[in-house]
């Protein structure tokens, strides 16, 4: 009995240390997953998600990849905010600088009424006196907001260009979004009208630097139309679209559509635009053709909603009176027709009597009228309304005074004159029962602006035709270099690296075809211009010898440029010889300096008639550098 005791004492001691350990165990393991969630909760919070934590007993082990050293210490100190710091193993690495990729430069140029707001990083060598300059030019004084932060890293290679290609586009676009990187510049920007942005879209693009990557998005406003005209002409198999517009995409779609159906084809370059009379302006245009292809062929224009449609004149009066009376009754309430079916044509002596004013404009700008006017009052008033539009240097008036005029000859006249102003050069011609405006223009909108003055001056029942030949070189919103700008840069070509020739002949040197290649590069777009290759040498030698080697290889430069597909009617080759020196021909170097090949602009174009032609001669005549004579090589050139 005396052991039980001891027995007993020593189960509780076992039982006591078993549930003590038991307890510091669990209550161990309790604590370990507290703080590691707390410590997971925090990091969460404070977007430190690249830090992980690993528990030893109480010790928390803090690992992971730090972007950066002040990154590792942010953990660090978050982390002694939840636990005590004596319980935290920093075990954490910091990304090696090195693999860090360095700060793209950026440029972000925002413009609008209120100012100019500048945003993003740019080099701390001449980066911000770039901005600084740029901006000194835009010419105004408006507010800048300067938010661009500066690093010391090295210049990509095309940076500044792009930057100063961005700051002198910003001079047009006073409510523009543009944004630069080393290689590309995207252009945001509204225009005031569709003339505006083709102007702008095409002087950006011209000016853009080669290297350059260019997005530009430059959007109108919906031109105001007035009045909203559409003219619609059907001749035999021949139908066009002298003016076209529309109140909506969908409308315009329609409107194709009907024209479609009585057989035009290719493209309507219809205007969709505000100011329509009726939202059934599509459905009546559609009716209007219809009818038009009904009666065979005419004219017929809208107006606003004024409606003149006049038939052809060999169309039966059964037929016009059926159509007119169907297209009347079908034609929404707010359209007015007025319907015309001419005479016969009368005989050829009748038609010599007929009274007429005849006005030119020549290419170079010149108008000359000439025709009948009623009195001296009239010849004064259209001389001083033409020079009004066309110059006063340019304009000049033969006309004779003719008191039997009919009713409405001034009107005629005036309006005629207005319409030939659109044209960079054509023919007017007036006449009782017609007008009838001919030419060439560089503008893609000429024959229904043209349109739309004639129906809204001549009145409705006018007769008038349009016939105009859009020429995209007189185009000023086409991206098609001047010719001064094609001669320049061909020359510039040779600023670079000349073309060189075998010594005393007319062979050109291996070494200078990657020259010819580049030159015949800088024709591309340049097919329309009359170039002159000029040859010139120094003053060794004697005067005819180095006259004639000149001529070869101007001759020489041209067959090679023929043959990389220069249009042959472009070029002519003219020999200078030793009489056009431009550096002292007493020096090696002055003498290296006049052996020279040298562009110069002719200045008539070459018709598009004569390419066809002079390629055709120049494929059977010999290669002119292949003719040159070897007995005549010369100390020149040596």
């Known amino acids: ?77 978050v982390a002694g905010t939840v636990v005590g710091s004596g319980r935290i193993v920093d075990a954490m690495d910091v990304i090696d600088p090195e693999s860090i990729a360095p700060p793209r430069f950026s440029l972000e140029i925002l413009r609008n009424d209120m100012g100019i707001s500048l945003i993003g990083l740019v080099p701390s060598d001449g980066g911000r006196a770039q901005l600084s300059e740029g901006l000194a030019n835009l010419g105004a004084d408006v507010p800048v907001t300067d938010m661009v932060e500066q690093t010391a890293r090295d210049v990509p290679e095309n940076w500044a260009d792009a930057v100063d290609f961005a700051l002198r586009s910003l001079r047009d676009l006073p409510r523009s979004k543009i944004s630069v990187s080393k290689d590309r510049v995207e252009i945001t920007a509204i225009a005031d009208s569709a003339e505006q942005k083709a102007t702008l879209e095409a002087a950006i693009a011209r000016r853009a630097p080669a290297g350059i990557a260019l997005a530009m998005s430059i959007s109108a406003p919906r031109p105001v139309i007035t009045p909203f005209t559409l003219r619609f002409t059907k001749d035999g198999d021949a139908v066009a679209f002298d003016a076209c517009s529309a109140d909506t995409d969908a409308a315009r779609d329609q409107i194709v559509r009907a024209a479609a159906g009585v057989g035009f084809e290719g493209k309507a370059d219809c205007v969709v635009g505000l100011g329509v009379p009726s939202a059934s302006w599509a459905d009546a245009v559609s009716l209007g053709i219809t009818a038009l292809d009904d009666l065979g062929g005419g004219t017929i224009t809208f107006s606003d909603a004024d409606v003149t449609l006049i038939a052809a004149d060999t169309t039966p009066q059964s037929t016009f009176d059926r159509t007119i009376g169907q297209l009347e009754s079908d034609l929404p309430d707010v359209f007015s027709l007025h319907s015309v079916l001419p005479p016969k044509p009368e005989s050829s002596a009748a038609q010599a009597e007929v009274p007429e004013f005849v006005a030119t404009r020549s290419p170079e700008g010149i108008v000359q009228m000439r025709g009948r006017l009623s009195d001296v009052a009239q010849e004064a008033a259209v001389l001083s309304f033409a020079r009004a539009h066309f110059g006063s240097e340019d304009t000049y008036i033969a006309t004779r005074q003719d008191p039997e005029l009919p009713n409405g000859w001034p009107a005629r006249v005036f309006a005629g004159l207005e319409a030939l102003s659109h044209l960079n050069n054509g023919t007017l011609i007036v006449q009782p029962s017609t007008v009838e405006v001919r030419g060439d223009t560089g503008s893609r909108t000429a024959r229904a602006d043209m349109s739309r003055i004639l129906s809204s001056k001549l009145g409705e029942s006018a007769d008038f035709s349009v016939a105009v030949i859009y020429d995209e070189l007189l185009d000023p919103t086409a991206n098609i270099p001047t010719p001064e700008e094609c001669v320049a840069r061909m020359n510039a070509v040779l600023e670079v690296k000349k073309i060189t020739f075998e010594p005393g002949s007319a062979d050109i040197d291996s070494s200078a075809v990657d020259q010819v290649e580049k030159l015949a ?115 020149a050139d040596e």
């Open 521 to 635: 590069a800088a024709f591309e777009d340049c097919d329309r211009i009359r170039v002159e290759i000029g040859g010139h040498t120094d003053s060794q030698g004697r005067e005819e010898m180095n006259l004639n080697l000149s001529q070869q290889r101007a001759d020489a430069v041209r067959s090679a440029l023929v043959d990389r597909g220069v249009e042959p009617a472009a070029l002519q080759a003219v020999g200078y010889g030793e009489t056009q020196p431009i550096e002292d021909n007493g020096t090696e170097e002055g003498r290296e300096a006049n052996r020279r090949i040298a562009f110069r602009l002719i200045p008539n174009p070459v018709p598009a008639a004569a390419l066809a032609t002079e390629a055709a001669a120049s494929a059977e005549a010999p290669d002119a550098g292949e003719t040159a004579d070897p007995s005549q090589e010369a100390a």
């Open 1 to 77: 009995m005396s052991r039980l005791p001891t027995v007993i004492a020593t189960a509780c001691f076992a039982v006591a240390g078993a549930a003590a350990w038991g307890t510091a165990h669990f209550g161990a393991d309790w604590i370990e997953t507290r703080s590691v969630q707390a410590l997971d909760q925090v990091f969460a919070q404070e977007a430190l998600d690249w830090v992980e934590v690993y528990p030893d007993g109480l010790i928390l082990n803090v690992t992971g990849t730090a972007p950066s050293e002040a990154a590792r210490f942010r953990a660090i100190t």
